[in-house]
């Protein structure tokens, strides 16, 4: 999980707060560690509560509808390469209603004056 946040921040910057669940990847101490040196606040929803972050939650079950449900895996390897094609697809052409019909990547780009990075892993 940091090393994925670092390289977010490398090119977006570091945000003041992060929303997160209370998975297992966002409550060890290397994240905590992490916040705390660039000064990231980690806001916990409450437990039960998936409102708390429903933007997570309508990706979950996108995810879930379009992806999980869709296709049988006949190996951890096979699993990784559909998850990459899928993720390509949803973060680089598939346009977004919440992004004004932009891809993520077309959004980043824009708003952010940068050159978008793989957005696909």
Same mark, same amino acid.
């Given at each position: 999980?940091?090393?994925?946040?670092?390289?977010?921040?490398?090119?977006?910057?570091?945000?003041?707060?992060?929303?997160?669940d209370n998975g297992p990847e966002f409550i060890c101490m290397?994240?905590? @560690? #992490?916040?705390?040196?660039?000064?990231?606040?980690?806001?916990?929803?409450?437990? *039960?509560?998936? /409102?708390?972050?429903?933007?997570i939650e309508s990706f979950n079950g996108r995810l879930r509808?379009?992806?999980?449900?869709?296709?049988?895996?006949?190996?951890?390897?096979?699993?990784?390469?559909?998850?990459? @094609? #899928?993720?390509?697809?949803?973060n680089e052409e598939r346009p977004h209603s919440s992004l *004004?019909?932009? /891809?993520?990547?077309?959004?980043?780009?824009?708003?952010?004056?940068?050159?978008?990075?793989?957005?696909?892993?």
């Open positions: 999980m940091v090393q994925v946040l670092e390289r977010i921040c490398w090119s977006s910057g570091y945000p003041k707060v992060i929303s997160v290397a994240l905590d @560690r #992490w916040a705390y040196k660039h000064e990231v606040k980690l806001k916990f929803s409450r437990p *039960g509560k998936p /409102t708390d972050n429903p933007f509808d379009e992806f999980l449900n869709a296709h049988w895996f006949t190996s951890l390897d096979h699993a990784r390469a559909e998850v990459r @094609r #899928w993720r390509k697809e949803y *004004g019909m932009k /891809t993520p990547k077309e959004w980043l780009a824009k708003y952010y004056k940068i050159d978008a990075p793989e957005l696909t892993g």
